[in-house]
């Protein structure tokens, strides 16, 4: 707990500096989320060059408007990363033909990095985060997981799951509410 | 109505995922309006957004060229590279106010229009020395050309082999606080944009001072305010091919 504490409140005291028009402040907040946003971005829009534009307006957002993070309702790296989910969300929803032309380079790239990515995690930034967050996606029951992965990590809506799938609306969103029922126990109501 | 947490719960957390659609969507904005000031909704809402923003760090973090931060601060201290003003003479803009008061809307309306404002802007410019001291003089050689698509109407006047084009349109809606329009010149599979622009009471009039030479085609598409220098979606409006 007291190092995420700390890192929270660094995060904090960036956002306080870029409110006061402080350009190292936004430099360091950028290099601190920046990897995993475009991480994130690209995961959804499975392009790179659409990932970095989502990164940037998401950067961009935060530069022109940092009160628009209110430190009541979350961490900053939560918000941030939020912004970014929707807005590659936002992109994929009016535009999927871009990640049907793109799936089949982009599942290429993730396999490539999933064969990296243990002892990669070992060495970068906020390796202390990825660990929690997959240990509690590890935790969740397969169905739960799966749902929780295709409306995240992929961008599809609850109904867009349903018709993939063939569960019934009503499964698909009460599997979400279990798994994220579970995900919240883990990662904010029980922080270490 | 959705009497309890349990509902709006179920809801909050596909929202917070994203993947909330269809009626759900607006059964959540019921729900969470009939709970009025409600802490407990606020709650579940905040949790579940934490939740979901912590998400993405499962993955793998990407490399970014840090030289982006400077990039992006950059774009931000000159917004007026980014996003087109309204052209200024405000006769063009009288008078399809004064068009769409009428409520005449038909397509020849719409480009004698843009053909008369082209004139007037293209004057005005030539004479404030936008454009150099070439002196482009109203004549008749301008081109207008119409945009298909699912949006508004828009027609541009250009004058070929000139730089710069006037965009006049009216019935757009508003793309969002977030978004704007922006217009593209289409190169082949290239697109280089002319800029941004939003709609002043669903209606466009704005100079794009741009080299039109190696255009093909012209495009308008939604994009985040940021003014992104590659379209992130598909056109909503393409012009009809440009003369050389």
Known sequence: MEAIDLAEARDRELVQGIRRRDEEAFRGLFGRYAPSAKSLAMRVVRQSHLAEEIVQEAFMALWRNPAAYDDQRGSVKSWLMGMVHHRAVDLVRREESYRRRAEKTAHQVMDLESDHADEVVEQIGLPDERRRVRAALDELPGPQREVLERMYFDGMSQSQISEATGLPLGTVKSRTLLGMRRLRAALIQEEP | ?244
């Not at chain 2, 993405?56 to 201290?77: H, K, N, Y």
């Not at chain 2, 309204?86 to 409520?103: G, I, K, M, N, W």
């Not at chain 2, 150099?132 to 298909?148: K, M, P």
């Open chain 2, 1 to 244: 109505m959705i009497r309890d947490h349990a509902e709006i719960e179920e809801l909050l957390a596909v929202r917070s995922l994203g993947g909330l659609d269809g009626d759900d969507v607006e059964r959540l904005e019921r729900g969470l309006a009939s709970h009025g000031d409600c802490e407990e909704c606020r709650r579940l809402a905040d949790e579940y957004d934490e939740t979901a923003g912590r998400l993405g760090f499962a993955l793998e973090e990407m490399p970014v060229d840090p030289g982006q931060a400077d990039e992006i601060l950059r774009r931000a201290s000159h917004p007026a590279s980014q996003e087109l003003a309204p052209a200024a003479p405000l006769a063009p803009v009288d008078e399809l106010r004064a068009r769409r008061s009428r409520r005449a809307r038909a397509w020849p309306a719409l480009v004698a229009a843009a053909a008369v404002a082209v004139v007037l802007v293209i004057s005005a410019v030539a004479i404030f020395g936008s454009l150099g001291s070439t002196g482009i003089q109203a004549s008749t050689d301008q081109t207008v050309v119409s945009f298909s698509g699912d949006a508004g109407e828009l027609a541009m006047a250009y004058q070929p082999g000139k730089p710069g084009a006037l965009f006049v349109g009216s019935d757009f809606t508003d793309p969002g606080s977030d978004k704007v329009y922006e217009i593209w010149m289409l190169q082949g599979e290239t697109a280089v944009s002319g800029g941004c622009v939003r709609p002043h009471d669903g209606s466009i009039v704005v100079f794009v001072d741009a080299d039109l030479a190696d255009a093909d085609r012209m495009a308008v598409t939604v994009e985040p305010d940021s003014c992104p220098s590659q379209p992130t979606s598909a056109p909503i409006l393409i012009s009809d091919p440009l003369v050389a």
